[in-house]
């Protein structure tokens, strides 16, 4: 039988941060506001980073049969044009230190804005990115299963959110409450709907019988 999880902490016991290239080595952590932004004519860009530590309070042998995100979008310059993509990411990032060259004091990204594939996140592979189009107010954005699962193991910290949409005058530009925000509805959430492991054990009349 299938079990659907919710998880929905506050910034105390979630990790989400927005990083830019406009201040490319400034740390955002506990401003309210995660952000996503795509300009085509300025070349400016704003990514989000997410993670649920409490996941793995989920058994590791669970199957995933579905994991997204509930967000609360708050702004939105081209609400035509919202098309976020979702990959997981490979680094240990901390909350209150990485920005857009870092996901840590001292220590770079591969490639600025988690942009190394293989070693900042997984940006190509089968699971690498789930394109969910999104509206103003509460919205569900799309996370591969996999990437979940692995989540649960600790095989990657989480999310990046990223706008690949088309840019709209120049530029798409997309603003999501953070777990700082005071009203607890409005924080991120998780949702994930897995099947719990069962173990078939042989019986003497060679039916077998699940624990």
Same mark, same amino acid.
């Given at each position: 039988? $299938?079990?659907?999880?919710?998880?929905?902490?506050?910034?105390?016991?979630?990790?989400? %941060?927005? %990083?830019?290239?406009?201040?490319? =080595?400034?740390?955002?952590?506990?401003?309210?506001?995660? $952000?996503?932004?795509?300009?085509?004519?300025?070349?400016?860009?704003?990514?989000?980073?997410?993670?649920?530590?409490?996941?793995?309070?989920?058994?590791?042998?669970?199957?995933?049969?579905?994991?997204?995100?509930?967000?609360?979008?708050?702004?939105?310059?081209?609400?035509?044009?919202?098309?976020?993509?979702?990959?997981?990411?490979?680094?240990?990032?901390?909350?209150?230190?990485?920005? &857009?060259?870092?996901?840590?004091?001292?220590?770079?990204?591969?490639? $600025?804005?988690?942009?190394?594939?293989?070693? =900042?996140?997984?940006?190509?592979?089968? &699971? +690498? +990115?789930?394109?969910?189009?999104?509206?103003? +107010?509460?919205?569900?954005?799309?996370?591969?299963?996999?990437?979940?699962?692995?989540?649960?193991? +600790?095989?990657?910290?989480?999310?990046?959110?990223?706008?690949?949409?088309?840019?709209?005058?120049?530029?798409?530009?997309?603003?999501?409450?953070?777990?700082?925000?005071?009203?607890?509805?409005?924080?991120?959430?998780?949702?994930?709907?897995?099947?719990?492991?069962?173990?078939?054990?042989?019986?003497?009349?060679?039916?077998?019988?699940?624990?």
């Amino acid at each position: 039988m $299938a079990i659907t999880v919710t998880i929905q902490p506050d910034s105390s016991t979630s990790k989400d %941060i927005v %990083i830019n290239t406009n201040a490319p =080595d400034t740390n955002y952590e506990g401003n309210g506001t995660l $952000a996503l932004e795509n300009s085509v004519t300025g070349g400016y860009k704003a990514a989000t980073l997410i993670d649920f530590p409490s996941i793995i309070n989920i058994p590791s042998k669970a199957k995933i049969l579905r994991s997204f995100l509930t967000l609360n979008c708050k702004y939105a310059n081209a609400p035509d044009y919202l098309e976020i993509m979702t990959f997981e990411i490979l680094r240990n990032w901390v909350a209150n230190q990485a920005t &857009w060259n870092a996901y840590s004091t001292g220590y770079n990204w591969t490639t $600025a804005g988690v942009g190394g594939d293989g070693t =900042d996140a997984t940006l190509t592979s089968y &699971w +690498g +990115g789930i394109r969910t189009t999104v509206a103003l +107010g509460s919205c569900n954005v799309e996370l591969h299963p996999y990437t979940a699962e692995r989540r649960i193991k +600790g095989l990657n910290y989480g999310w990046l959110l990223k706008d690949l949409g088309a840019a709209v005058a120049g530029s798409t530009i997309i603003q999501f409450d953070s777990s700082d925000n005071a009203t607890p509805a409005n924080r991120p959430k998780l949702i994930i709907t897995y099947e719990p492991y069962h173990k078939i054990f042989p019986m003497s009349a060679g039916l077998g019988q699940v624990r």
